[in-house]
């Protein structure tokens, strides 16, 4: 099966860029999709198709991806930012796969 | 604006059955595929189950294949899961999420999230 990996944990200063890294085997030949999670709330997408953002989804949330990595990238980070992320992709043979998630800690 | 609520959970024994509703308001329910996504305790985010939007083409995770049930009713707005023979592996906190087209045959995602409602099995 295809698998995801995701740093658990990264911490970040407000103010700051917070980059989340996703690798994946030729994961660049994949479109990947980002979502959001608070504590105790529901996910949210915050990218899809490795870089578009949703409306409502504030500029500082940028993706990109290329061969084994794909990378969320929180610019200004504010308190507000801190969550867990996941990364997802679609595999033709394991279908829907989400990573291991990262929980953005703001300093 | 999209709204899905789910409803059903609760604590369950071992072996058990229990099912799942996702009432759906703000789009043309019909003309989208829906999904089922769980999350269990100090774990990551786990497809379930998805269904396309004419309710005919359904598909599984391996984990519930055989066991969980995915349906829908587009004439009340309503998913469902039905959740036969429940392990304690299956306790977990369980969204309706809705798909960005009718059908996806690749690059697909979820485009929008429901609160979510905890199931566990315990005895």
């Known amino acids: 099966s295809y698998v995801l990996t995701q740093p658990p944990s990264v911490s970040v200063a407000p103010g700051k860029t917070a980059s989340i890294t996703c690798e994946g085997k030729?994961?660049?030949?994949?479109?990947v999709h980002w979502y959001q999670q608070k504590p105790g709330q529901a996910p949210v997408l915050v990218t899809y198709?490795?870089?578009v953002r949703p409306s409502g989804i504030p500029e500082r949330f940028s993706g990109s991806n290329s061969e084994n990595t794909a990378t969320l990238t929180i610019s200004r980070v504010e308190a507000g930012d801190e969550a867990d992320y996941y990364c997802?992709?679609?595999?033709?043979?394991?279908?829907?796969?989400f990573g291991t998630g990262t929980y953005v800690t703001v300093l | 604006q999209v709204q899905l609520v789910e409803s059903g959970g609760g604590v369950v024994q071992p072996g058990r059955s229990l099912r799942l509703s996702c009432a759906a308001s703000?789009?043309?329910?019909?003309?989208?595929?829906m999904h089922w996504v769980r999350r269990a305790p100090g774990k990551g985010l786990e497809w379930v189950a998805a269904?396309?939007?004419?309710?005919?083409?359904?598909y599984y995770s391996e984990s519930v294949k055989g066991r969980f049930t995915i349906s829908r009713d587009n004439s009340n707005n309503t998913l469902y899961l039905q959740m036969n023979s429940l392990r304690a592996e299956d306790t977990a906190v369980y969204y309706c999420?809705?798909?960005?087209?009718?059908?996806?045959?690749?690059?697909?995602?979820?485009?929008?999230w429901g609160q979510g409602i905890l199931v566990t099995v315990s005895s």
């Open positions: 999420a809705r798909d960005p087209q009718s059908y996806c045959a690749s690059d697909c995602y979820f485009h929008s």
């Open positions: 703000g789009f043309d329910f019909n003309t989208y595929g």
């Open positions: 269904i396309w939007y004419d309710g005919i083409n359904k």
């Open positions: 030729n994961i660049g030949s994949k479109s």
């Open positions: 198709y490795d870089s």
């Open positions: 997802q992709v679609w595999d033709s043979r394991s279908d829907y796969v």
